[in-house]
């Protein structure tokens, strides 16, 4: 049975759109939601939620994520072939942290003549007919291209391209007795998550030792349960996150997501 | 695979038991979440977004659509057959709006002991035993006549009546330049969506003309990356919706569910 | 089709990943969420929740429940077959209110060594390697679990224990006029759950009798329409629950979870 995955921003109801959508054009596809709780039209949180999820899931996945400040304009849509899955969403940088994760990937843009061209007749009343609305291109685009896809799997109607928005999330890096980097996601514990990955940091902390962040001493340790107050570790994402035992760790150190983090070492 | 979707106001845990109940009755059954968020008891924003959602879901599918404020009084449940889906909820109007969207529709009433007849002794260990609770029909009475009419879509078993709770959104009007009409759902970006019909607004403004809401001047627009402030459209429904481009109209113009709107044209 | 459940703390994302991890171990698996947002580590509210939920589905459906502060330390997993149905999670009571209401139950206890011997060899690259993070048993241990137990129902290849973290709502009793018990469980309206059950109620109260809850004069009523302000009355999941028409119960008592309750009779 084909997976398709959805993350957006459209909090309650309009999920449910994009799911009728998808089980009229293939009723065997098993509908997986990731988040739609992404904070409204941040394409970086959605950016790295993506990422993050889109790793644990099975070969020919197809993920749908919608956050588009840009609907209605004329931004493309892409269809991302990235390891073994596949991503669909707007040419904003939303999809490119997941598919460099995923390995090797091929971009492919879709004008509003290709997305008829790869079978949306199906779904539109009229042939060649554009999009019903100018504002829910979730419902009207993303989801039937997905659906439409993960009935055979090919890409060949779409035109492969070099010209894709960009996005990254920035450089961590070791300097001056500190790494540096920023903030990437805050979850429902309020932990923080930063882009500095676990493998720079082992360089240069061990177990045990402590670290100081926004003026917060804290030790670096390898779970939840190690430590009284605050903390930092890597967490399941494999990137350092901050978080405090029974407490909140974006409340107590007052960063937000993009702010900039200095985890220094005290050795 | 038959679909069945839930919209309720029950938030948390509730829905899970009217989804084991389904699956219990009718495990091939494809549970879809339209919405469990709709504010507690509030008929008209449930009817609406169940109106809104359903026009997308398939042939047969079977929404159940409980916000309940009479649970366990002599309220009648029903179930309606509309268009080419069916409906399944209380006799208070929620499910009027999606009804008479779909097209041409049957009520059927059901009293305790048609509810029964309809082969809920399957679900019940005592046949003709009252439901479980007085308070949670829709794991007790709706979830199960769902399961059951997914099994046959037979609604021979059902009473027809013409007599039914109405309810309807109100009349939308051009009168002495301006449109009048009222909110009717707010989504989880603070867009305000009224019951005036964009078929009704095309024949008063053009996109690019300004008009007036609540002391605001905005212009009417294809998109939202039309305006970079307030801003009003044809949503993704067909209605006429307000938003604010990076802001939140229910807050900017303090409007609510059921208030009036009325859009004045400065032309 | 197998059907595995999910009840977590995780609110956002997180129980995604858990969706993938399971549907990449059996494709065939339909999951159906319970809930993901019981207040963070409360392992009662989860409890609860867990019994209240579970005694719906049917035969043969695998519970996974996460609310795991002591992730990465020494506590161990559990599986248990509970009258028809199986749980997996954490040892630290969170299971066993499900396991006991199910009817007989048996608790399996799993180590890391034997975590690999139930066949995870599947879900890691390195055969007997360590969970991949110390931080999210969820994805790294009891997804796989259950996903592996739902293709083969076998339990063989676990070791039965009678060592296990115990939890219980604590005794309600009826003593000098009054009912007395503690709140378990506050749901999205407010309405307050006591671990006071119906049946011990019953023989003390009848419907109509007047009771005074935290200085609130109430009746005992069938349902919420038979009275307009507070109320308590038997819920659907058959213990005493406390109401407030058109308001908010939690809100009026000033009661939280673990706070005692008792319910003075007046007659």
Chains 1, 2, 3 share one sequence.
Do not use: W
Not at 60 to 67: L, P
Not at 222 to 243: C, K, N
């Amino acid at each position: 049975m084909p997976i398709i995955t959805l993350l957006t921003d459209f909090g309650d109801l309009y999920p449910a759109l994009m799911k009728a959508v998808i089980l009229k054009i293939n009723p065997a596809a098993t509908i997986i939601d990731i988040s739609h709780d992404i904070p409204p039209q941040n394409v970086r949180v959605g950016a790295f939620a993506l990422m993050y999820a889109t790793q644990e899931f099975p070969s020919r996945t197809i993920h749908v994520a919608v956050i588009d400040p840009g609907v209605g304009t004329k931004r493309r849509a892409l269809v991302i072939k990235a390891g073994e899955q596949y991503l669909v969403g707007p040419d904003n940088g939303l999809l490119i942290p997941a598919a460099r994760n995923l390995g090797d990937f091929t971009v492919y843009a879709i004008g509003l003549n290709e997305v008829y061209a790869a079978g949306l007749n199906e779904v539109y009343e009229v042939e060649h007919a554009p999009p019903k609305s100018a504002t829910f291109h979730g419902r009207d685009v993303f989801a039937p291209v997905a659906a439409r896809l993960s009935k055979d799997y090919n890409t060949s109607k779409f035109k492969p391209t070099g010209d894709f928005v960009n996005l990254d999330f920035g450089k961590a890096m070791a300097l001056e007795g500190a790494l540096s980097g920023e903030v990437v996601y805050i979850d429902a514990f309020g932990n923080i998550i930063t882009n500095i990955p676990g493998s720079l940091a082992s360089q240069h902390i061990r177990y045990g030792d402590e670290v100081e962040v926004c003026g917060q001493q804290m030790p670096f340790v390898r779970t939840y349960a190690d430590a009284s107050g605050p903390l930092i570790m890597v967490g399941s994402h494999g990137f350092l996150e901050i978080s405090v035992r029974e407490g909140t760790a974006a409340r107590l150190l007052k960063l937000r997501v993009s702010d900039p983090v200095r985890v220094r070492l005290k050795r």
